[in-house]
């Protein structure tokens, strides 16, 4: 079946450091992956996307490249703020035929100190 | 407009009482999903509506009851809850895209907080 792992948080860091997330998953066929973030109190926010392999995901300094030898979608930024302290969700997304579901990873917390 | 909303943002109830939590979206989307959510944990899939049809229930206790009353609204009737059940409660929509090889990008709402005294 479809399944996501992720390095387990919390995850603390100070602002300007280098942040790399792991995500790796199984799944038959070719599903999409993604990367989700919740803010404290809020609901999830679709961070990146990548839909097919070597594809590279990237939005406000984050970038994942969907890497199908390895199964692996990380998740990384180069200078962290301590805006983005957060909960940080890997996703696999089926296709339509195989139900379409999000499958999540358990979610990495991460804290930024100034 | 790129959001789904959600109403109310929090509610109280007690574990006789009725309530419905209501989800709109306004983007075209044919694939609406509820979804329920622990303190930093990952959401767990309720139900999928597809087409403003039940494509998919996870097992979900009767208690929880969904409806699709068009393409842009889905609501969540709620009775006789346990207090096991407080949560955060997200709705979510999507594209309906057929042929791609994998599934479509998921857009979630700020969700509504239950609380179940």
């Known amino acids: 079946g479809n399944s996501v792992t992720q390095m387990e948080g919390p995850v603390t860091l100070s602002e300007e450091a280098f942040l790399t997330i792991n995500c790796t998953y199984t799944?038959?066929?070719?599903?999409?992956l993604f990367w989700y973030v919740q803010y404290p109190g809020e609901g999830l926010q679709l961070l990146l996307k990548a839909t097919k392999a070597d594809d590279k995901g990237s939005n406000k300094g984050f970038e994942a490249t969907y890497r199908k030898e390895t199964t692996s979608f990380h998740l990384e930024k180069g200078s962290v703020q301590v805006s983005d302290s957060a909960v940080y969700f890997c996703?696999?997304?089926?296709?339509?035929?195989?139900?379409?579901?999000?499958?999540f990873g358990q979610g990495t917390e991460l804290s930024v100190k100034p | 407009d790129t959001e789904v909303t959600q109403t109310p943002k929090h509610l109280v109830m007690g574990m006789t009482n009725k309530k419905s939590l209501k989800c709109e979206q306004h983007?075209?989307?044919?694939?609406m999903y509820w979804y329920k959510q622990k303190a930093k944990k990952p959401p767990e899939l309720m139900f999928v509506y597809s087409y403003e049809k039940l494509s998919i229930n996870e097992s979900v206790p009767s208690r929880f009851s969904p409806e699709c009353p068009n393409s842009s609204l889905l609501n969540l009737h709620l009775h006789a809850l346990q207090p096991e059940d407080s949560a955060l409660y997200l709705c979510?929509?999507?594209?309906?895209?057929?042929?791609?090889?994998?599934?479509?990008?998921?857009?979630f709402g700020p969700g509504t907080r239950l609380t179940v005294l």
């Open positions: 996703a696999l997304s089926a296709p339509y035929n195989q139900g379409g579901k999000l499958i």
């Open positions: 979510a929509s999507s594209q309906r895209t057929s042929g791609r090889a994998g599934g479509d990008e998921q857009f």
């Open positions: 799944a038959t066929g070719y599903p999409s």
């Open positions: 983007m075209g989307h044919r694939a």
